[in-house]
């Protein structure tokens, strides 16, 4: 911690993100009004429209406040044409660029449904789960497997007739994300909404392919320590189907990069939508928080998306400083913001658009700004 407090880089980013991330900033200047907030936010500009203007995806300064920072927000990068001249988006600085170089390796999603949030199938909202099925923690590495940039071309004479990406798993990978998985599953109160039981569950395909049967072993030998948890196992296509059917049996879960990524939109439906769903890219000496919806371009500029995924990042935020800087301060926040998300939400959820209501952005930003400095810091 500096002496003004713990410094937050934030990058607005492309199309929603600058709007979501406004809202989550009103709600942490309503958390510091009546408590004195060691915090100070800095913002900085960044992203494929920012390419787009200035053939750059930041300035040189964004990208080392982003080291120096005790945490990093973002809100989402990505916009139609903003592509770089190797063909990667514009803008993948701000995301893979620093889970590379900060070497932010396991990516936490939280899936948790609560009261209030409905869910949608098929275009209609349903209550096929109630909000005491669905609690549970996807940790998914960060930092390799078919992300590495290990991948090429092959165009003779200008024609591509081969493409290759490479799929890269290593023992140091494997050992570090899922020992973050395990002591997740120590650290959290809660075990799975069926039994309670705490458990890990490990995703992979290690009926097939090599990676995987490496990462289940690493699985095995992590496992050994942790003798409280229960191990549990699951192919990653036949996880699709339990995780929607049976949601209740999951605690934390486990998985390589690219499956990580697909199961946990997957989850996302549980809790509502992507419009509800954070993550965190955790690594030892830096962290960056998120919305993982994306910069949404179509609902760019309209006021309308949910900004609920960034109060989640916000509070998940507050939760890792707290922790890490073992600072009660932050701590007390992060509960404080989560009861008036909680209360906010079991009052009549989120209200926005993809909620089926008509809550623009900013006021469901402005409802949960007042729901905080109702709860007591
Ligand atoms: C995510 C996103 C990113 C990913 C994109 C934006 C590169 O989908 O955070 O899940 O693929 O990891
Ligand atoms: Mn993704």
Known sequence: MKDAGYEIAVYPGDGTGPEVIREGEKVLSALAENAAAPWHLSEFPGGGQYYLKTGREWEPEAAAAARSADAILLGAVGWPGATLPNGDIAGR???????????????????????????????????????????????????????????GRLARGGETEVTVDTRIITRKGSERVIRYAFELARARDRGAPEDGVKRVTCVDKSNVMEGCRFFRETFDRVAGGYPEIERDYAYVDAFTQWLIRNPEHYNVAVATNMMG???TDLASILQGGMGFASGGNIGSE????????????????????????????VEQMLRWLGDRAKDARLTLQADRLERAIASTLAAGGSGTYDQGGSVTTSEAGDRLAAAVRAERS
């Open 261 to 263: 990524d697909i199961i």
């Open 93 to 151: 600085a701000l995301v893979l660029g620093l889970r590379e170089g900060l070497d932010l390796f396991a990516n936490v999603r939280p899936c948790r449904l609560y009261p209030g949030v409905k869910h949608r199938i098929s275009g209609e909202y349903r209550s096929v789960w109630a909000p005491r099925n669905v609690d549970m923690v996807i940790v998914r590495e960060n930092t390799e497997d078919l992300y590495t940039p290990a991948r």
């Open 286 to 313: 830096h962290a960056m928080f998120e919305p993982v919806h994306g910069s949404a371009p179509k609902y760019a500029g309209k006021n309308q998306v949910n900004p609920y995924a960034t109060f989640f990042a």
